[in-house]
């Protein structure tokens, strides 16, 4: 193949990169994905290990938007045929502080001691009085955090919780909401101004969520990513994986094969930081730009067991305890055959440096959260080191990046960038508005 002319080469077969070709190839434009990896979807990708037994690289649903012209070509090919749905709030849990609490997956501070607690809640009134608008200037995350929950909160709960997980300080860390009060005094202050995005329900069913979620009854979230990537397709599209490129300019892409792909416009839903790069642009570079990138391991098990819970994950923040983040399959697929399949996640130096990763030692932690009673017998155990890992919300180098992806825009007026590495909210909700409103505006 020698210099193929397409409208637009988006590189990137990820969540933003597929349906960033679903929309302009819906609108008659030829395109072609370009996807570095073996597969599409990036992290919403899934593997079969066994012959219908799917796993993902985590715990992932399908969300809905709630913008119809985004979610009829998003969602296009998904159904109550294929996928299970989701109207209520999903079932997770939390392991912390040696707890199980299988009513919410959010941290709950009601568990520090009673001199803290309250010292906790006196100092989270004094901070929203001063500030109910979370307005105040802020340079890291630790300062965001003492600012908007105070120095206990955040010395107590944030801090050493994070540093438990990825060791790494909070301040290079996301925040959230967290538990504070009881059911009826959360009730009251969640609509007083200033409380709302700072403190949590206890149970999830005070307030459900109204926003639904789908989940493919087979080929794991991936058959999502799939099915897009086959839409695509029948509009003409291709896609192209396992490409890497070696040299860019401006209406030209060259692979490390020599395969060389012409095209108007290309959209990169790659880091401007890794664009700047190809386009040997190393004085972008001077800057911060780089994210910190946390291993991420998933192990696979099946055991002979049905767990004593009827949560669809559960998220340990406890040290004791080895990994991230449990989902089990069986419950979120209402399996019946008394045997569970379970994903576990592992963030951080934790994943590469541990040796207490195996099997047995996962199993023996469920054991100790109270999911299972005694160790059940192992059908199956395999891991998967994910090599992009997962990187860490920086707003330095998100303010960075959006920098270089000016500069190089400047340059070439042709390209587009897209996607989680220039989003302050790269939830899938927030990489789709993103991509339709960028490409419908610039039509």
Not at 343 to 364: D, P
Request: proline share 5%; aromatic share 8%.
């Amino acid at each position: 193949m020698s210099d193929p002319k397409f409208d637009t080469i988006i590189v990137g077969g990820g969540l933003a990169g597929l349906f960033a070709a679903r929309l302009l190839s819906e609108r008659g434009k030829r395109i072609l994905v370009l996807e570095q990896s073996p597969y599409v979807g990036g992290l919403l990708a899934s593997q079969e290990l066994s012959k219908g037994e799917y796993y993902d690289f985590g715990t992932h649903y399908v969300i809905e938007s709630g913008q119809a012209e985004i979610d009829e070509l998003a969602l296009d090919g998904l159904s109550s045929e294929n996928c299970l749905i989701f109207k209520e709030s999903l079932p997770e849990g939390n392991y912390f502080l040696n707890r199980l609490d299988q009513n919410t997956g959010c941290l709950d501070a009601r568990h520090l001691s009673p001199e803290l607690l309250d010292a906790a809640r006196k100092e989270m009134a004094e901070i929203v009085k001063a500030d109910p608008d979370l307005g105040i200037p802020l340079g890291d995350l630790n300062d965001y955090l003492l600012a908007h929950y105070g120095e206990v909160l955040t010395s107590h709960i944030f801090s050493p919780v994070m540093q438990s997980i990825t060791g790494k300080v909070s301040r290079e860390l996301p925040s959230g909401s967290l538990i504070l009060y009881d059911e009826e005094e959360s009730v009251k202050l969640k609509r007083t101004k200033g409380y709302d995005d700072r403190i949590a329900y206890p149970n999830r069913n005070i307030q459900p969520s109204k926003v639904r979620k789908m989940y493919p009854r087979t080929g794991g979230v991936g058959f999502w990513m799939n099915t897009m990537a086959e839409k695509i397709k029948e509009r003409g599209g291709v896609i192209q994986c396992s490409s890497k490129i070696s040299e860019v300019s401006e209406n030209k892409v060259i692979l490390d094969t020599g395969e060389t792909f012409c095209s108007e416009d290309i959209c990169w839903t790659i880091a401007p930081a890794l664009v700047a790069r190809l386009t040997k642009q190393l004085d972008l570079l001077d800057c911060r730009c780089r994210p910190t990138i946390l291993p991420l391991t998933c192990h696979y098990l099946k055991v002979n067991a049905v767990p004593m819970t009827s949560c669809h994950w559960i998220t340990n923040y406890s040290p004791e305890v080895p990994g991230y983040r449990y989902t089990f399959y069986s419950n979120l697929l209402g399996e019946e055959f008394g045997n569970t399949r379970i994903c576990v996640e592992e963030l951080g130096i934790r994943s590469v440096e541990s040796k207490e990763f195996t099997a047995e030692n996962l199993l023996q932690g469920l054991v100790k959260m109270g999911v299972f009673a005694k160790p059940p017998e192992i059908l199956h155990h395999s891991k998967q080191e994910l090599k992009a890992g997962l990187p860490l919300p920086d707003k330095e180098v998100l303010w960075n990046n959006k920098k270089i992806a000016e500069s190089i825009q400047e340059q070439f007026p042709n390209w587009h960038f897209l996607g989680a590495s220039i989003l302050e909210k790269s939830s899938q909700v927030g990489v789709l508005s993103q991509v339709f409103e960028y490409l419908t505006r610039n039509e």
